[in-house]
């Protein structure tokens, strides 16, 4: 706790000097002069950012790192990546040694007001679920009176079980196990009776991990939010307008359904006018962010839209559907911002 | 010559004679003894078979999840698969010979510096052989220059990071914590202060404080702008903490020298530094080999906490492998066997050389 408070002081400090010292335009002269965007990433998040068999890092994190190299630098691989801790990623990012912070962060009000950040959007909506055996016979959270339950040390995730079952009036056995893999192992050698943490984890444990996948559900309460998205310094506001337009060209371009393979031929042929406009055939929107016109046009044709970096990742990897991060026009929640 | 008088006779007998004899010797000694060879002759029944079926019989080298599904055994095919990313890390791909000719380079100055024991021309080729090997190991790994591209050291890791972290450490440290046991033992104040201090403190915290200090503490003193490598901050992190143990290990050693040797090279007229380095130090340092060793064994395993704080050493490597795709988590066992094996490889060769040491630099006791 006092390593906390002394971490949060001394963040804090540092957050106050970076916003009175940098510029607009700064980070992103800093770039240019660079050649490549210094992304931190996590040190290992299937279909978020993990290192392939080659040793390239991949996953929808990494895509927007990527999205926003192809439009300031005109190359997706003009991105260095910087693994980071849960611990580290914060002030890895006021102290300079990052550009940008696109590591499964939760965005919340503390973060965003008290440690000099700035949330440029969200690339994945995400909760708290509960994954049970079938056998079990329950179809609905409420029911968990009583249940044993295996959960992971020192996460929210913690916090918020024990949150849920108060509110609810019910209880539970915790059984905490530090080790993702030992702590999966005990709820599938039936151990515990629940098995809790974000749903797109439970997902992918549950594919992945279970002898007979069918034999486990993921109950449909989502006991909290996780709304993640890519993070900047505060005080830079050019490039967090870029890193935020980066995000949303991707997932605009997926409402116009604008893809990488057909982006040369709406970028030719298409009349509508908003395509146009995302794809720098009227021009204004790279004036406006300090880039060229063809700033979104080399997103999608280098990185794809937001829906073909959501396949090729998260279900190619995991086998999670869209939930709640379909289009809103799908009955979910990605929602762009218009370019214009 | 009473000592012979109490040797065995020799053994006689045929081959089986002498095999009961020496079963009923040494394996059957009373009860106590035959319950402890029993047992243990069913724990070795009860672990051995089923271990060996699991890791030979029925495991598999295929590098494919489909063929690691088929088989009941290891699935040695998730380390072949990933073998590259486990051994290298994040390396560029194109790019992994050269982490290959940095680690052989930095194999034959380890294995230069270790054989002048045995061969004493080599001595006066140690400081030069890492002089010039350090940095050609430094332009392999970085490159920029010489037409090899740069390389963030964040992408290093793996094989080639554990043992640059704990050679580094070593060369560093071992100095380091000789002048701060001559500290420690210093008449004037100051520095003996200074020694002590910083002898406590740092025995006092867990390495794991002191990398996450260096790592997630220091940049926030820094001003704006100004950062420090990640990676030499860990570096400077284990030698910082390395050299704090050597320290007391070699003060044990100068305390076993007799006062008499003290008093020796002050009747020699030596100076101080002259009497260290041709009477003191020889003797002191011998003295303390294996717990020196002992150090060094438990520093080159502690560069493995460097994953709290973002780099990936050898386990961290087999960590990505493992989260490199979901398919591959469930064979979490057979990467951290393939981990751990490597690590015995390593620490036993420095047990071993350690021993081997120890025996010549005796030769001079024997009578």
Known sequence: MKIKTILAAGAMTVAAVAAQNAQAGAVLDGVKAKGFVQCGVNTGLPGFSAANAEGKWEGIDVDVCRAIAAAVLGDANSVQYTPLTAAQRFTALQSGEIDILSRNTTATTTRDAKLGLTFVGINYYDGQGFLIPKALGVNSATELDGATVCVEPGTTTELNLADYFRAKGMSFEPVVIENINEATAAFFSGRCDVYTTDASGLASIRTTMAENPDDYVILPEIISKEPLGPVVAQGDEQWADISRWALTAMVEAEEFGVTMANVDDMKANSTNPGIQRLLGVSPGMGEALGLDEEWAYRIVKNVGNYGESYEKNVTAKLGLERGLNALWTDGGLQYAWPVR | ?367
Request: proline share 6%.
């Open chain 2, 1 to 367: 010559m009473s000592e012979n008088a109490k040797l065995p006779p020799l053994p006689t007998g045929t081959f089986s004679e002498r095999a009961v004899a020496w079963s009923k010797k040494n394996l059957f000694d009373g009860w106590f003894n035959t319950l402890l060879t029993l047992g243990a002759l069913a724990f070795i029944l009860w672990l051995v078979p089923p271990l060996f079926n699991w890791a030979v019989v029925n495991a598999t080298l295929t590098p494919t999840i489909e063929g690691c599904a088929e088989v009941t055994g290891a699935c040695w095919g998730f380390v072949n698969a990933n073998l590259r990313l486990i051994l290298f890390g994040t390396y560029p791909y194109e790019e992994q010979w050269r982490p290959v000719l940095a680690m052989i380079v930095l194999i034959a100055i380890i294995c230069g510096s270790l054989g002048a024991v045995k061969y004493p021309g080599l001595r006066k080729w140690i400081i030069p052989m890492w002089v010039v090997g350090v940095p050609v190991i430094g332009v392999l790994m970085w490159g920029g220059v010489l037409g090899l591209t740069y390389v963030q050291n964040s992408y290093w890791g793996g094989l080639p990071l554990t043992l640059i972290l704990s050679s580094i450490g070593v060369i560093f440290a071992f100095p380091l914590g000789l002048l701060l046991a001559l500290g420690r033992q210093s008449n004037m104040p100051a520095i003996k202060t200074v020694s002590v201090v910083y002898i406590e403190v740092i025995r006092g915290v867990p390495l794991i404080t002191v990398l996450f200090m260096a790592s997630v503490m220091f940049p926030l003193f820094l001003p704006t702008g100004v950062t420090i490598d990640k990676l030499l901050r860990a570096q400077i992190g284990i030698i910082l903490f390395t050299a704090a143990y050597l320290a007391e290990v070699f003060r044990g050693g100068l305390q076993a020298v007799p006062r008499g040797q003290f008093e020796a090279g002050d009747s020699l007229a030596l100076s101080y530094w002259q009497s260290m380095r041709l009477i003191i130090l020889p003797q002191a340092l011998r003295l303390v080999i294996p717990p020196t060793v002992n150090s060094f064994i438990s520093m080159f395993k502690d560069t493995t906490l460097v994953v709290i704080i973002g780099l990936f050493d050898f386990l961290g490597t087999v960590k990505l492998a493992l989260r490199s795709d979901p398919a591959w988590t469930k064979y979490y066992v057979e990467g951290y066997a393939f981990a751990a094996a490597i690590f015995f490889l390593i620490c036993f060769s420095m047990a071993k050389y350690s021993a081997y040491l120890e025996k010549e630099l005796r030769k001079g006791e024997r009578r």
